[in-house]
């Protein structure tokens, strides 16, 4: 067996799944207080973040994720909390580019202090960014904020990131039955012939504190029928294997729209992802309970081998697929599964 076939074999997981893509999240801060995702009234300004030593510094950052790409990771994204409250990210951006292997890096934000930093950023070599906007609606978008009054610059921030050559960006937008799902053609029509695409996810039980039921779902194919009586639609191939979104375009030429269907077209069996916390936890799910510590071995002085076999483990190990099993999955871990803005989403 040659060398690449045998570490191809090594990072598939349990279904074979091969690892292909490794999100980073830098900080577990954010300066909104989305409902769904870090509620105010639990993380409110007494909250004990992660501090200094805590989280992992940039070079750690660089050596795993250089470790990652030897059992197959191409692709990093770096997220939160929001990624853009952490100092120097720039200077990370730098590091992971210096890794041959690295083919794409992409940022998750959610867009508020982007305008007066994208420009450093691309320098420094980032390629993409997807920018998380539930509404164009000031008051809708208080609510989905927890009050935050910064509509413009979030508005102003994409459209810098587009200027800064990050195309095609990207605004994902998680719709909520009650909250925002009448305002979608109103965003989607703000983007139009822009260039930029939004994506629409159906609204997921991440964590335990978002008060997810189904019926605050709404379903792609109710918003699919919505969008294709304004703007007729025809769908799309993917980008390539394992993109999570469904791809249609506007047959009147004025762009595209996705659809990140968790819920009513689970994919977790085209999953590729694994997830590094920024306090150094290996996470194999967004929906996970339990990560593993790379950070105590690496600051203990395991080798990049002692690591990478420990990363082996982790991903060979896997069979996660929560969102096909949700109802059996949901109560066998009621209760424990991972905050989303300590993992990112």
């Known amino acids: 067996m040659r060398p690449d076939e045998r570490d191809k074999f090594l990072s598939s997981d349990k279904l074979g799944r091969p690892l292909h893509d490794l999100r980073i999240s830098v ?20 909250y004990d973040f992660l501090k200094g030593e805590q989280l992992l510094g940039f070079g750690e950052i660089t050596r795993l994720a250089r470790i990652y790409t030897s059992l197959g990771v191409r692709k990093v994204r770096l997220t939160g909390g929001e990624p853009l409250l952490r100092q120097g990210l720039a200077n990370l951006i730098e590091e992971l580019c210096a890794i041959e292997e690295v083919e794409d890096i992409a940022l998750t934000t959610n867009g508020s202090l982007l305008e007066n930093k994208v420009e450093v950023l691309a320098a420094a070599g980032l390629d993409r960014v997807t920018v998380s906007l539930d509404s164009v609606d000031d008051a809708v978008f208080g609510n989905m904020t927890g009050g935050r009054e910064c509509l413009p610059d979030v508005l102003a921030g994409i459209f810098a990131a587009q200027r800064a050559g990050l195309a095609p960006v990207k605004v994902n937008a998680v719709v909520m039955r009650g909250n925002n799902e009448e305002g979608v053609l109103e965003l989607l029509n703000f983007f139009r ?5 939004v994506r629409l996810v159906e609204f997921m039980d991440v964590g335990t504190i978002n008060q997810w039921s189904r019926d605050r779902i709404v379903p792609y194919t109710e918003l699919l029928e919505r969008i294709n009586r304004r703007w007729p639609l025809e769908s799309l191939e993917k980008n390539y294997a394992g993109e999570v979104a469904n791809r249609y375009r506007y047959k009147d ?16 069996t085209s999953c590729s992802r694994a997830r590094l916390s920024a306090d150094g936890k290996m996470y194999s799910c967004l929906f996970a309970a339990e990560g593993l510590d790379l950070r105590t071995p690496l600051r203990k002085g395991a080798t990049d081998a002692e690591i990478r076999s420990l990363m082996v483990g982790k991903w060979i190990g896997r ?12 109560q066998a871990k009621k209760g424990d599964r991972i905050e989303m803005f300590y993992i990112g989403g």
Request: overall charge negative.
């Open 319 to 330: 069979d996660d697929r929560y969102s096909m099993d949700r109802a059996a999955a949901r």
């Open 193 to 197: 012939g822009t260039g930029i695409i």
């Open 27 to 46: 900080t577990d801060k954010c300066n909104f207080r989305c409902p769904y995702c870090m509620p105010a009234e639990k993380y409110h300004e007494n």
């Open 253 to 268: 030429g004025q762009g595209e729209v996705g659809f990140i269907n968790s819920i009513t077209q689970p994919f977790c």
